[in-house]
């Protein structure tokens, strides 16, 4: 059955983040857990700065699951990139996002999944192929690094207004290919497919062996059900192809946290009853 989560950021970021509670993890776990969530994916940047056992205890103690570690401020504020602009290696990001791999394998369960958002870097238009061949490479040493260790790696198909490469699901679908490790597959964003892809429905069907966590927000980035995006559809296409993971939601804190946290929940359990 499909789990719902919520993301929180970490008291390590220092810029907002999409997510309705940020900061204080004592607090927003409580919150989250008393709203029914059956789980947390947790945005942070440098997860040295963080007390992972402190924070498996927080998540036995309100009975939620860690649905993911997700990398966006990894770019978002320190602006590290696995591929550089000029479709070479970066180390500097390549070692952060290993130390991504060593905090979930140190404290959690087997098979979490770590994201490559924005982390992938950026590439460069100028030289298609060799871009591709950085991207193949650069997340197959980090998924080769992460198979030993049971963390698996989750690549998210972005719009072209903040990537330059890898932006449609289908993209994703043929890196995967590409890759073909074991522990390399998708994370789908229902607001990034709402723009760049052709039929959102077809998407994740294109992507059902490979597909393992989706975010949800509407398409007005607030939570789900407070604009246009049709969540009863896209939970039955999920359904449908048997997706049993956690949607997690990305969203602004809009109109504030608890109305945000709420709403958001109330909406996908009209879709997602309570196990």
């Known amino acids: 059955m499909i789990k719902i989560a919520s993301m929180v950021g970490t008291p390590d970021l220092e810029t907002p983040t999409l997510a309705a509670y940020s900061g204080d993890l004592p607090a927003a776990l409580a919150k989250i857990a008393k709203l029914g969530y059956d789980g947390v994916e947790l945005m942070t ?14 998540l036995d103690e309100h009975n939620l699951k860690l649905a993911q570690l997700c990398t966006g401020h990894v770019w978002g504020e320190d602006k590290l990139g ?11 990001a390549m070692e952060r996002l290993k130390e991504f791999v060593d905090f ?4 959690f369960e087997p098979g979490l999944p770590v994201n490559i958002g924005r982390s992938r870097g950026q590439g460069d238009p100028a030289q298609i192929e060799k871009s591709l061949e950085a991207f193949e490479a650069a997340f197959g040493e980090l998924a080769d690094y992460a198979l030993p260790k049971s963390v698996r ?52 069907h294109d992507a059902k062996d490979c597909c393992w966590l989706v975010h949800v927000c ?24 048997g997706y049993d993971g956690f949607i997690s939601t990305e969203m602004l804190p809009w109109p504030d946290p608890d109305t945000a946290a709420r709403s958001a929940i109330e909406s996908l359990r009209r879709f997602i009853p309570k196990r």
């Open 153 to 204: 790696l989750t690549l998210e198909p972005i719009t072209a207004t903040l990537v330059k490469f890898i932006i449609t699901t289908q993209d994703g679908v043929a890196m995967c290919q590409r890759v073909n490790r074991p522990n390399f597959g998708l994370m789908l964003d229902v607001y990034h497919m709402n723009i760049e892809d052709v039929d959102i429905y077809q998407s994740f």
């Open 45 to 58: 940047k440098k997860p040295s700065k963080l007390d992972g056992a402190a924070i498996r205890r927080l």
């Open 82 to 92: 696995l591929v550089n602009a000029d479709a070479t290696l970066s180390r500097e």
């Open 218 to 241: 509407d398409n007005n980035r607030k939570w789900p059900g407070s604009a246009h995006l049709d969540f009863a559809k896209i939970i039955a296409t999920l359904n449908e192809i």
């Open 104 to 107: 979930a394998a140190a404290y």
